[in-house]
């Protein structure tokens, strides 16, 4: 009849350790598995798609050829930063190029052309009381034509507009003949501007209505004879600052989207010759910041202008300088303020000099990022030849010397039918960046974007495994209770099995309910003695 002993054993604290970790082990199987191995670089060294650092970080101890490697892989990464910071100052930088390129057109926009005689006022068209307010522009002296000083007379405030226009040269008696594309044109065709010349006129300055041309070269543009009226032009008593000493016209070409600002940009048509203007249009872009300077359509709508210019820019800059020093404004300048006097002359011209010598830092003016102008080219021949000057005469009902000296025909055509695109480009885009640094990357160190995860994701994972070390709650270091557990012997399997054989059939932490774990036979041990084991030391053993 098999007898069985009821033992009660008493485990120490350390197999009680042993055991709880082997079950957090058990529990954490899975996920460990699947996280990349954190606590080995070498394993991560090894799975990496980062070229070298495989045949560094190995296991065992460093050797000639594992230092060779290291080496030659940070040589490599020297290499690659160096390149990359070039490439990355190279775009900070923000360069440009400037592509040119010339199209073909069927047919192209005239452009706005704007002349002004030299000459202001008109000498015979001056009352006395306009020679008497125009002093300090004309030079004149202040009397009226019977001699009479201007104390004896009283003349009422000047009204500049109408002084303008009505003593300015008027476009119907100096256009002698207008021809464009072989179609007649008359002074209708022109509209009136004022600018510093005072009163001018502009052919095709409307946008809507703009005259087209469908065929380049001489006789395809706009041609005009014009008698600039020598016998008009005010006598020279004294200079001032609006005295001009020339005889002839100016004329700007423009765009339609600019107002003329021909006191600068203006060119000089003189009496007695044909002048041929052969013209090519260019389409200029620019770009913004930062690459470029300039001034984008998209910005807010320029005040007293449809579209923003340089020449509209300039003609607001003046206006404001003007209206605060001299609390007016010129007659060509914008805005609804009283024109000024002829008794503010001194304060215009004032403000006017102080205004340019100060014009970058108070007012800049930005380039357009779109923008239209005209190149040039003059010739000129003589005019009228001896058989001609007789025959215009009579035609005209003037003398040949008046011919010579007054009579000038203007010839405004296109080149060709095609224009020029002057672009900016930008000539370093994060296209070009981002190929560069990659090129760079992949020859160097053999590296991409994916690399690049990886290091990361293996630096996340380092990073979350301490967190969560850090943040585990610390057990206790005090020693726990001490534990029972009851086993259950029979006397038949105690003597067939052997000691040892128990001891070793059994892994760490795990016992059988009919084995005593790591009970060695001692013969002079007490039962209650305690002993050390593979697996632990047990404080207790009775049965």
Same mark, same amino acid.
């Given at each position: ?55 560094? %970080? ?14 030659? @892989? ?5 290499? %690659? ?28 926009? @005239? ?11 008109? %000498? ?39 002084? +303008? ?10 256009? /002698? ?25 502009? +052919? ?65 048509? *003189? ?6 203007? $052969? ?9 913004? &910041? ?5 001034? *984008? ?13 340089? $020449? ?55 380039? =357009? ?14 005019? =009228?030849? /001896? ?25 405004? %055509? ?9 672009? &900016? /480009? ?98 002079? *041990? ?14 207790? @053993?009775?049965?």
């Amino acid at each position: 009849m098999p007898i069985e002993f009821v033992c009660k054993i008493k485990f120490a604290e350390e197999d009680e350790k042993q055991k709880s970790k082997q079950d957090g082990d058990k529990e954490s199987l899975i996920e460990e598995s699947c996280a990349p191995p954190a606590k080995d670089f070498a394993g991560f060294a090894n799975s990496c798609s980062l070229h070298g650092i495989n045949h560094i %970080f190995v296991s065992g101890r460093l050797g000639i050829r594992q230092t060779l490697w290291a080496l030659a @892989f940070l040589t490599s990464l020297a290499l %690659f930063l160096y390149q990359a910071a070039k490439c990355a100052i190279s775009y900070l930088e923000h360069p440009h190029v400037t592509a040119l390129n010339e199209e073909a057109t069927p047919e192209m926009v @005239f452009p706005a052309v704007t002349i002004c005689n030299i000459n202001r006022f008109r %000498f015979s068209a001056l009352t006395d009381a306009d020679i008497y307010h125009l002093a300090n522009l004309t030079g004149l002296p202040p009397k009226n034509k019977d001699g009479h000083k201007p104390t004896d007379l009283m003349y009422p405030a000047p009204d500049m507009q109408d002084i +303008f226009n009505r003593t300015g040269h008027q476009l119907e008696e100096m256009l /002698k003949s207008c021809n464009f594309s072989g179609q007649n044109c008359s002074a209708e065709d022109f509209s009136v501007v004022y600018t510093r010349y005072g009163k001018c006129y502009t +052919f095709n300055g409307n946008k809507t209505t703009s005259r087209k041309t469908k065929q380049g070269g001489m006789g395809n543009g706009l041609e005009i004879m014009l008698d600039i009226q020598q016998d008009e032009y005010l006598p020279i008593w004294r200079e001032t600052n609006e005295t001009s000493l020339e005889a002839g016209i100016r004329v700007q070409i423009h765009s339609q989207d600019e107002p003329p600002y021909i006191h600068q940009l203006g060119f000089g048509v *003189s009496p007695g010759f044909q002048t041929f203007v $052969s013209c090519q249009e260019q389409r200029l872009t620019y770009l913004p &910041q930062p690459w470029g300077n300039c001034r *984008s359509t998209s910005k807010e709508k320029f005040p007293g202008y449809d579209t923003y210019s340089i $020449s509209a820019c300039r003609l607001l800059c003046e206006t404001n300088e003007v209206l605060r020093v001299c609390n007016c404004r010129m007659v060509h300048m914008p805005g609804t303020a009283d024109i000024c006097p002829p008794s503010k002359i001194n304060c215009v011209d004032k403000a006017l000099a102080q205004q340019q010598k100060n014009s970058g830092d108070t007012c800049p003016c930005e380039t =357009p990022c779109n923008l239209t102008r005209y190149g040039k080219e003059l010739s000129m021949v003589k005019i =009228p030849s /001896k058989g001609s000057a007789r025959y215009l005469s009579r035609k005209y009902d003037r003398s040949e010397d008046y011919i010579r000296d007054n009579f000038l025909v203007l010839d405004i %055509f296109f080149e060709a039918l095609n224009y020029e695109t002057i672009e &900016q /480009k930008k000539a370093y885009d994060v296209a070009g960046l981002l190929g560069d640094i990659g090129g760079q990357m992949g020859l160097f160190i053999g590296a991409s974007i994916l690399t690049v995860l990886e290091i990361l994701d293996y630096i996340y994972e380092v990073i979350k495994r301490r967190l969560q070390r850090m943040l585990r709650p610390q057990k206790e270091k005090k020693n726990k209770p001490q534990t029972s557990t009851v086993a259950t012997v029979g006397l038949e399997e105690m003597k067939t099995k052997e000691p040892n054989d128990t001891t070793r059939s059994h892994p760490e932490g795990a016992y059988s309910n009919t084995i005593l774990p790591n009970h060695h036979h001692h013969p002079h *041990s007490h039962p209650h003695h305690h002993h050390a084991g593979r697996h632990g030391v047990f404080e207790d @053993f009775a049965c």
